[in-house]
């Protein structure tokens, strides 16, 4: 794989990593394709708008979105690209009132979000204290990946985010046996494992390397997932009630969302517990 070339000189204010609906143009009810499914009521080509989106860039049913068979909205998660892209990278300029930036704005879109998904992830791994040996490589990655959100949609474009994301996996795969060295017992490995369905109820999975496995529809209720490195979990429908994710490892607001826990569900302090979660 050929490397990139060097990122813009000029250093960017780090971006917000949080979505900020109000800054964006839409961009995921645009840029992104969706199949009719169980998280979404209709087909829509990628560059099509949703029929439910309005002219000034606000979602119809927002409200109604889980009632209405819209599910998969209420999980997807940009990490911040899409104000990022809006407001920086083309400095405002909404594909309504300027038709020409509507095709550059959908093709850096999804790189964007995964270049703030990669910063939401160091910036985890930057604030766990059993990372100190491969902080100074994060910190590293992190200058270069925040520089890469300031570039011009062009670049942009021709970035090999691939590369830049393998580079950055290692770090974090680093970070995670450091981490979770720090639980007791032997640690399960089910990184990619199929557990679709799979009755967990109530199982240690403390320090387990759950990265990429599929927990969809999985009973994880009162499970420990403390330490746990939830990197690319699938938790769609996962029962979570009565789980303990706090100290889990790279866990995202997108995974909390895609679940279903409870007020009984342990969750780390900087998450927010999704509202649709019922009571105990």
Same mark, same amino acid.
Request: proline share 6%; net charge neutral.
């Given at each position: 794989?050929?490397a990139?070339?060097?990122?813009?000189?000029? %250093?960017?204010?780090?971006?917000?990593?949080?979505?900020?609906?109000?800054?964006?143009?839409?961009?995921?009810?645009?840029?992104?394709?969706?199949?009719?499914?169980?998280?979404?009521a209709?087909?829509?080509?990628?560059?099509?708008?949703?029929?439910?989106?309005?002219?000034?860039?606000?979602?119809?049913?927002?409200?109604?979105? &889980?009632?209405?068979?819209?599910?998969?909205?209420?999980?997807?998660?940009?990490?911040?690209?899409?104000?990022?892209?809006?407001?920086? %990278?083309?400095?405002? &300029?909404?594909?309504?009132?300027?038709?020409?930036t509507?095709?550059?704005?959908?093709?850096?879109?999804?790189?964007?979000?995964?270049?703030?998904?990669?910063?939401?992830?160091?910036?985890?791994?930057?604030?766990?204290?059993?990372?100190a040996?491969?902080?100074?490589?994060?910190?590293?990655?992190?200058?270069?990946?925040?520089?890469?959100?300031?570039?011009?949609?062009?670049?942009?474009?021709?970035?090999?985010?691939?590369?830049?994301?393998?580079?950055?996996?290692?770090?974090?795969?680093?970070?995670?046996?450091?981490?979770?060295?720090?639980?007791?017992?032997?640690?399960?490995?089910?990184?990619?494992?199929?557990?679709?369905?799979?009755r967990?109820?109530? $199982?240690?999975?403390?320090?387990?390397?759950?990265?990429?496995?599929?927990?969809?529809?999985?009973?994880?209720?009162? $499970?420990?997932?403390?330490?746990?490195?939830?990197?690319?979990?699938?938790?769609?429908d996962?029962?979570?009630?009565?789980?303990?994710?706090?100290?889990?490892?790279?866990? %995202?607001?997108?995974?909390?969302? $895609?679940?279903?826990?409870?007020?009984?569900?342990?969750?780390?302090?900087?998450?927010?517990?999704?509202?649709?979660?019922?009571?105990?």
């Amino acid at each position: 794989m050929s490397a990139n070339p060097a990122p813009p000189a000029a %250093t960017p204010a780090t971006p917000d990593l949080h979505a900020d609906c109000s800054n964006c143009f839409a961009l995921c009810c645009v840029a992104l394709p969706f199949a009719k499914s169980h998280d979404f009521a209709v087909n829509k080509a990628a560059g099509t708008p949703c029929t439910n989106l309005q002219q000034d860039f606000r979602c119809g049913i927002h409200t109604q979105l &889980r009632d209405k068979g819209f599910q998969g909205c209420t999980v997807f998660d940009c990490f911040g690209a899409g104000q990022q892209v809006s407001q920086v %990278t083309f400095a405002g &300029r909404d594909w309504r009132t300027h038709p020409g930036t509507a095709g550059p704005m959908y093709e850096v879109f999804p790189v964007m979000r995964q270049l703030h998904e990669l910063l939401f992830y160091v910036t985890e791994a930057l604030a766990l204290p059993a990372a100190a040996p491969v902080q100074a490589e994060l910190r590293r990655v992190l200058a270069e990946t925040t520089q890469w959100t300031g570039a011009d949609a062009d670049a942009l474009a021709a970035l090999d985010v691939g590369a830049l994301r393998q580079k950055i996996n290692t770090l974090l795969l680093k970070t995670s046996e450091l981490v979770r060295a720090k639980a007791p017992g032997r640690k399960k490995n089910h990184r990619g494992a199929d557990l679709m369905g799979a009755r967990l109820a109530g $199982a240690d999975l403390r320090g387990a390397n759950l990265r990429g496995a599929y927990l969809i529809a999985a009973d994880l209720s009162g $499970a420990d997932l403390r330490l746990a490195d939830l990197i690319g979990a699938d938790f769609r429908d996962a029962d979570l009630r009565g789980a303990d994710l706090r100290d889990a490892v790279f866990l %995202t607001q997108a995974q909390l969302n $895609a679940g279903r826990g409870d007020a009984t569900t342990k969750i780390p302090a900087t998450l927010t517990r999704p509202a649709h979660w019922s009571a105990p």
